[in-house]
């Protein structure tokens, strides 16, 4: 579904009647919507929500609900002609005065980031594996050693020994040898350190991260001019989250939740500014967005948008601005 909410959007949970929709959300900043006039928190029934309606005079129900205790930005008020005031909380979206409370912008806090710090067990083991190195190194040396040893002639006293600079040539072929055992004990030691890999005939060849995005902004851009249907999943009709599930299994091979508020979970966090085709973009909370969309370049998008535009490309504006950006790939 997509309701254009200001920019924080359904920060509150929405119930759709004879269908279910995000019960329990954080809200979003209200700072984040630059033309907002106020901020309201829902003062209703525990547990229950206020009705939102499509004008503030004869308007009528649509389905949603704007759940105690949750916060909205207010971009106009209205009186209707009951004298009644309302509130707009969207592009066509209006709640009555009267369920709710003014509340002042919450200050973000503050936070310092923590330090990294290498994990303890992960130092032991670190420690741990190079004493042991260190250890069957040594010990090979030393029987290398031995073995040179061993299989030099013994020099009785009364023996002349050959004082000359110059090694013979048996001497030389034994001290080659000991060096060669050294060299093949440390081998063996290392082979055995290290995991084998596969032979490069039986390595599954890779596709480039930078293929998998073309391929998923081609197939986005195919979807459009397909109907909206609410819980459709392709490849003939999408809701929202059911478009981008099938993209990105299909492009790329990715297997996406199917969910909105399980997709904006994957991937990770991009500035709005650093967009790249591929990316995905959200809209309401940004733990629990009601709306996703696939960003395709040049500040254009495809969603599925409302059964009266079906799966559509659209231009990002300042008006109706995403929340929140992953980046899956």
Not at 50 to 60: A, C, D, E, P, S
């Amino acid at each position: 579904m997509s309701h254009n909410f200001f920019k924080i959007g359904a920060a509150a949970a929405l119930t759709v009647t004879g269908l279910s929709a995000a019960t329990s959300v954080k809200t979003v900043s209200a700072s984040s919507f630059k033309m907002a006039i106020k901020r309201v928190r829902i003062k209703y029934l525990p547990g229950q929500g206020v009705r939102i309606w499509t004008n503030y005079n004869n308007g009528q129900f649509m389905g949603f609900r704007a759940k105690d205790g949750t916060e909205w930005n207010i971009a106009q008020t209205a009186i209707d002609k009951s004298g009644n005031l309302w509130y707009k909380v969207g592009t066509r979206e209006w709640i009555e005065a009267r369920y709710t409370e003014d509340i002042e912008n919450p200050k973000p806090a503050k936070t310092k980031k923590p330090k990294k710090t290498k994990n303890p067990v992960i130092q032991i083991l670190d420690k741990t594996a190079k004493n042991v190195a260190a250890k069957k190194k040594k010990t090979a040396e030393k029987k290398a050693d031995d073995q040179a040893q061993a299989q030099k002639p013994e020099v009785k006293k009364n023996d002349k020994v050959d004082t000359s600079t110059k090694p013979t040539v048996k001497k030389a072929n034994k001290i080659k040898k000991a060096k060669n055992i050294v060299t093949n004990t440390l081998n063996k030691l290392n082979k055995a350190s290290t995991p084998a890999q596969k032979p490069a005939s039986q390595q599954a060849p890779s596709v480039s991260t930078a293929t998998k995005l073309s391929a998923i902004v081609s197939l986005a851009k195919q979807q459009v001019g397909k109907p909206y249907i609410w819980g459709g999943v392709g490849p003939d009709n999408y809701d929202c989250s059911g478009l981008v599930q099938y993209v990105y299994g299909h492009a790329a091979g990715v297997n996406m939740p199917r969910v909105t508020a399980d997709q904006v979970r994957v991937g990770q966090t991009v500035p709005m500014d650093q967009l790249k085709p591929g990316d995905l973009i959200y809209w309401g909370s940004t733990t629990s967005p009601y709306h996703v969309a696939i960003y395709v370049g040049n500040d254009q998008y495809v969603s599925a948008a409302t059964p009266d535009q079906g799966v559509a490309l659209q231009k990002l504006t300042t008006y109706y601005y995403p929340t929140i950006a992953k980046r899956v790939l």
